[in-house]
């Protein structure tokens, strides 16, 4: 099993669709989640934590399942601006932090 | 203010040579973290430099390897070149006690290995 596991995509949605993205990971004993983003060609950058309760931000909403080892991002109302690649990432062990290969969405208009 | 800078944006080699990617972290940063992303696949961690000392690395072979400078600047050196080695090097950089949760990512080093 990979340490970060994301379906690749990609998914095309139209605007104002709500779509998800799931990532599992493998070392139950890992503490802090994030999702990144990265625009074509572009480095990654933090789009927000995940924790244990949820947590949203504006249209993104984040959750934490440590029973099931997975984390989920949902994006309400999708814009054309959200199409990127969507990185999943653990916190594996000491600041080792382990990205996921990435889920690439476009919102079409 | 200037973000994560990396030298040179692009570098081509061949096959045996010996590489070194350079990154400067944003200032007040004092961890430096490298990546390899190949074509199509995730961000794969290399190394993790924090105050000048080398405190985790990945899965790589130990013909990668790196420094941290006293000014927390860092290289990354990949000797004997290979061609699976050709991927996109990003260095990353964080604040101290952030225990690497905010990576800050400079643009990267495109490595061509011919």
Known sequence: RKE???????????EGATVAFNCTYSNS?????????????????????????G???????????????????????????DSATYLCVVNYNNNDMRFGAGTRLTVKP | E???TQSPTHLIKTRGQQATLR???????????????????????????????ERNRGNFPPRFS????????SELNVNALELEDSALYLCASSLPGTGGEKLFFGSGTQLSVL
């Open chain 1, 4 to 14: 970060v596991e994301q379906d690749p995509g990609p998914f095309n949605v139209p």
């Open chain 1, 29 to 53: 004993a890992s503490q802090s989640f994030f999702w990144y983003r990265q625009d074509c060609r572009k480095e990654p950058k933090l789009l927000m934590s995940v924790y244990s309760s």
């Open chain 1, 55 to 81: 947590n949203e931000d504006g249209r993104f909403t984040a959750q934490l399942n440590r029973a099931s080892q997975y984390i989920s991002l949902l994006i309400r109302d999708s814009k054309l601006s």
């Open chain 2, 2 to 4: 200037a973000g994560v």
């Open chain 2, 23 to 53: 990154c400067s972290p944003i200032s007040g940063h004092t961890s430096v973290y490298w990546y390899q992303q190949a074509l199509g696949l995730g961000l794969q961690f290399l190394l993790w430099y924090d105050e000048g000392e």
């Open chain 2, 66 to 73: 790196g420094r941290q400078f006293p000014n927390y600047s």
